[in-house]
C-alpha cells in the first residue's frame, strides 16, 4: 500500500487544521492507520490511531479531546482533524498503515512522506 499526507502548513495557536492520509494499492481499511509525529530533535511519537472495521480509536494523552481521526466511506482516505492547535504540536505528521493496533512506530510497514505542521504562538 502507498499513503501520500498532506494538509499540513502554518496556523496560529487556537486555529484548526485537517490532515490527509490516502491510501493507493489497498484500502485503508485493510489496515489499522494511525498518525505519528516528529518535532525538531525529538523521537517520533503516536498521535492517532484508527482500527480496521469496526472502527476502535486511541489518541495520545496529549492530543485527546482536540484531534479526531476518521475515514472516509471508502476506507481510503484517514483523516485527522486537529482543533485548538498549540505550539508544541509543531511537527512533521506522518500516516503509517500495519497490521496491528499499536502505538509502537516500529509496528507499522508503510508510511507516508510527512507533513509539515507548524502552529505560531
Known amino acids: 500500500v502507498q499513503l501520500q499526507a498532506s494538509g499540513g502548513g502554518l496556523v496560529q495557536a487556537g486555529g484548526s487544521l485537517r490532515l490527509s492520509c490516502a491510501a493507493s494499492g489497498r484500502t485503508s481499511s485493510d489496515y489499522y492507520v494511525a498518525w505519528f509525529r516528529q518535532a525538531p530533535g525529538e523521537e517520533r511519537e503516536f498521535v492517532a490511531i484508527?482500527?480496521?472495521?469496526?472502527?476502535?480509536?486511541d489518541y495520545a494523552d496529549s492530543v485527546k479531546g482536540r484531534f479526531t481521526i476518521s475515514r472516509d466511506n471508502n476506507g481510503n482516505t484517514v483523516y485527522l482533524q486537529m482543533n485548538s492547535l498549540k505550539p508544541e504540536d509543531t511537527a512533521v505528521y506522518y500516516c503509517?498503515?500495519?497490521?496491528?493496533?499499536?502505538?509502537?512506530?516500529?509496528?507499522?510497514?508503510?508510511w507516508g512522506q510527512g507533513t509539515q505542521v507548524t502552529v505560531s504562538s
Open positions: 484508527m482500527a480496521r472495521n469496526p472502527g476502535s480509536i
Open positions: 503509517a498503515a500495519g497490521s496491528y493496533f499499536s502505538k509502537n512506530q516500529y509496528r507499522y510497514n508503510y
